[in-house]
């Protein structure tokens, strides 16, 4: 199915005309192409220093590094959680991704995934973290017993929230808390529905189309701060936008600080023409 939709996205986007174009492929994707005129624009990255300090400190903050695709690497330094990693590297033309990023998952880690799309799991690689790393996975085939990780993950609550996915017969978004910092993740979720029904997060991370969807409803997503992710390398997205940040490029690293409520991150502003 092709469907091309033109929106314009009202004065959130810095009063500049945006045009998206949708287009449906067959696994229900969805592609954004920028096509405005010479715009004055800021945009917040993560400077080098950032990620030269890379590590962690105990219990004080909460760092999430962007693997790639909907890969997401959790830890307060104690625990490490990641979401829809490992999956088959390349899967549907997403993002391959690097071995040593498997060789360098944690030990004992928990695994968690929205549904076995091959660009959110891959048992095979599962099977292999398991047997060289230990841990525990969670997804469809055991979510009841993710109540069971509270007694051993102290520090955080992980709610698994069954919602739809074209061509999944089970699919979860995930909102986890840590010393009461919320994060949300939607995973491949077709609706807004879900991620609209959360309350005072502090990220979310969502695709494209869950961002369009919630600008077309002209509704708003309780959160301070928003991650873009499952990008595709034909997709083109630029959204500028304080609160937003576009996760395209591998290893991105987001801090959430327990003493302070907004995410400590560097900021650097620059001007594109
Ligand atoms: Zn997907």
Not at 87 to 96: L, N, V
Request: hydrophobic share 40%.
């Amino acid at each position: 199915m092709l469907l091309i939709k033109k929106a314009i996205v009202p004065s959130l986007l810095c009063d500049n005309e945006w045009i998206f174009t949708f287009i449906w492929d067959s696994i229900s994707r969805i592609q954004f192409m920028y096509t405005g005129g010479k715009v004055k624009i800021s945009v917040l990255i993560l400077s080098l220093m950032a990620i030269s300090n890379w590590g962690y400190s105990q219990n004080e903050e909460i760092t999430i590094r962007f693997i790639s695709n909907c890969g997401l690497h959790i830890t307060d330094g104690n625990a490490n959680i990641y979401v829809d990693f490992p999956y088959r590297s390349g899967a549907f033309i997403y993002d391959e991704f690097d071995r040593a990023e498997i060789d360098s998952i944690q030990d004992s880690s928990i695994f968690l995934f929205t549904h076995t799309h091959g660009d959110h799991y891959s048992r095979k690689n599962m099977k292999y973290v398991l047997k060289h790393k230990k841990g525990k996975k969670y997804g469809k085939w055991n979510i009841d017993s993710l109540v069971n990780l509270e007694s051993e993950l102290t520090d955080f609550k992980i709610v698994a929230i069954k919602n739809k996915h074209n061509f999944s017969f089970a699919h979860y978004s995930y909102c986890i808390t840590w010393h009461g910092k919320r994060i949300f993740i939607a995973g491949d979720a077709e609706s807004t529905e879900t991620v609209l029904r959360q309350k005072e997060l502090d990220w979310a991370f969502i695709p494209g189309w869950i961002f369009i969807a919630v600008l077309d409803e002209k509704k708003e997503i309780d959160t301070k701060m928003m991650g873009i992710y499952h990008i595709g390398p034909k997709d083109s997205i630029k959204i500028i936008h304080p609160k937003v940040l576009v996760l395209n490029k591998q290893g991105e690293l987001i801090t959430i600080s327990n003493s302070n409520s907004m995410p400590d991150r560097n900021k650097k502003e620059i001007n594109l023409e």
